[in-house]
């Protein structure tokens, strides 16, 4: 009665290996099949990419280009400075003057030089056009810049006549009528409106709205469309960008922009050298003073003693001697007041963040290089707390480094001072030693020497801090910017950069073909359910007896002799495949064939019942058994005699005064079957089906009948079938596409691999048979189901 598990090689033909679990014409075919998804998508993206293009505002890009200088002016120091320190002009610095020219600060007065804050607008037939060059009215506000910069407002101004206009609302009524010239109130306060008189004429009638912006936000908005790069990775050349709607306003601002940078830096150095003029002005101030009073000691000395000219004339030769001595004196008391000057300099909290004054002539060049880098890092402070605050890590870096230089500066300044003090001491022993022979001069006329000598040595020191003072004044008046322009703004090309049309369609074509891919493929990892012959394949080892696809049917069976639907032949190739998963059971006739699913709602009695109407229709005795007794659906596709009360198979088990002729009963129709239904509902159905009376049935069945088809309860939900299917000679499993969940795959399977259900073989229902399905004849069967 029983035979083992046929091999799954016949029916399931081994696939070319990694071919498997992809195939391109399947994965086209299965989205294929949504081909109106895609269509639609492609119509809506063409349309919201055709408005998008319409609607929007084209950019045109303009740049310059400038180079800035590779030479440093703000000090004596020059480049080996910034070298010394690590802020030459290396990335690092281009990036800073990059920073500048993107502040805050340096666009906001651009921008409220050119009064960009303030808009002119034509109505369009789309789109609003911007009047930049010359629009028909102007606007100015009689309102302080500090409040009007804050405030905004959209003001639609009708043009009534040469001399007179109107505020109008967004529908186009009349709010106010006033003359040009005259102040009107707003809601950002008094303002004039002033026409331009070459095309007033011509534009009235026409609606102009005038658009005042905050400072701030456009001034954010010029940050982020302003572009700034470098020309090349190590060059000092840069290209300065901007992308607007107008050309020649983002003409104007950027060469504005440019040319703000450019004064800035002269600036920047012209405060240096008035740092050092002042310095210098100061100290002239007080030598000139110290010169006077020496100069009156000695004509009030002489003018006591009545000294003449010849008196000190005969002093002066005696002086001889000692004249390289008390020139290499003055020298030395020179240096000594300089260092001396530029230590208290130095100990002024004051002056902590201010540049020192330069070429001084402190016969040092260490302390002079030092005073170079000291003043090229106060003025980098100072352009970086521009855009910044002390807080910056940069600016806390230059506080460090000017901390450190002011200690060199100030030990270095001392140790000076000391090598000064003693090379004086020296020189001065040796003239004190050569004055000690001059004892037997008259006392007056040494003291008048010692005035000439102090009156030399001021005078020389006077003279010194005039030529200094002259080099300042020049230094001041020479400053060149360090920056130049290559290239005034001009635009890029005269095609809009924004929006590419090219772009925008090829996007919203992308989106078109990509978003229902996405959607589809969403849908495909969320639905678990049995998609095709595949997931069969994949999941289950068991051979795959057949496909039954869709149809709609007339009656309660979907195959007669005539028919040739699809699903007809489809049940024909099911009945050649029973035959031969059959063939090797070694008996005549009885061959018991049990269908059985994994939950109810697969189709496991449609199927049954069809396929032993199939049996039938071929000229063969088949017998049709309902043991499903739980969730009966029987008479559903079975017509007997006597309805739902006729007596069935629980009964023939439960009751030994009923035969098994009293329960056989034959179908309605041509090519009836010979059918046993369930029977009454029992209390206990899987201690039913352990009766004896149940084998005795089947055998009397196997005798009598060619094929019994038995159409049994699910497995995963009761042990109905297990119980009996040691009677079954080849186990039928119905899998429902698109409603058998892949999960439960795994019952088939082990069952399958355990032997537990005979000769089992799966089978799949309802299958697709349109594009992309797993299912299809291509015999050219054109006949309708019947």
Known sequence: MKSNPTSDETLNPPSIPGFKDFNLKDLLLKYLRYWYWFVLCFIVFTVCAYVSLRYSVPQYEVSSTIVISQEDNLSDAGLSVFKDLGLEQSNDQIENEIQILKSKTLIKNVITKLKLHVQYFYEGRVLDIEEYEKPIVTIDFLVPDSLLYRRSGIFNVRINSGT????????????????????????????????????????????????????????????????????????????????????PKAEDFINNLVDAYGTRTINNKKETSNKTAQFINDRLTDISEDLSSVDNQAA???????????????????????????????????????????????????????????????????????????????????????????????VVKIDDQLAGLREVLFQSLVSLQDKVAIKLNSVQRRENGFQSKLYQAPERQKDLREIAREQGVTEQLYLYLLQKKEEADITSHITVPNSRIIDRASPTSFLPVSPNKSSTYFLSTVLSLFLPFVVLYIRELLNTNVKSKRDLEELVSAPIIGTIPKGKYKNQFAIDKTSRSPVSEAFRILRTNINFLLAGVEKPTGKIIFTTSSVSGEGKTFISSNIAKTLAISGHKVAFIGTDFRFPKFHEVIDLPNGKATTGFTNYIMSTDISIEDIIYTEKGEDPLRVIPPGVIPPNPSGLLMNERVQTMFEYLEKNYDYIVVDTAPVSLVTDTLLISKFADLTVYVVKENFSDKRLLSIPEKYYQEGRLVNMAVLLNYASTNMGGAYGYGYGYNVKNK
Not at 178 to 202: K, M, R, W, Y
Not at 210 to 218: C, E, M, Q, T
């Open 300 to 394: 009030k000395y002489m003018s006591q003693y009545g000294i003449t000219e010849d008196v000190a004339g005969s002093s002066g030769r005696l002086a001889d001697i000692s004249t390289e001595n008390k020139r290499q004196i003055a020298i030395y008391e020179t240096q000594n007041l300089l260092i001396q000057s530029t230590i208290d300099f130095l100990k002024n909290k004051e002056a902590k963040n201010e540049v020192i004054p330069s070429n001084l002539g402190i016969d040092d060049s260490s302390i002079s290089t030092d005073i170079g880098k000291y003043n090229t890092l106060v003025l980098q402070r100072k352009k970086l707390l521009k855009t910044s605050t002390i807080k910056n890590p940069v």
């Open 164 to 247: 007179s206009f109107s505020f109008i609302d967004t529908d186009g009524n009349e709010l106010s009528a006033h003359d040009f010239g005259t102040p009107v109130a707003t809601s950002v306060g008094e303002a004039v409106l002033i026409p331009n008189q070459t095309n007033i004429n011509s534009a009235v009638g026409k609606v102009i709205k005038i658009k005042l912006l905050p400072v701030r936000s456009l001034v954010a908005s010029y940050r982020a469309r302003l572009m700034i790069t470098r020309v090349g990775q190590n060059s000092s050349v840069l290209q300065v960008s901007l992308r607007d709607a107008v050309i």
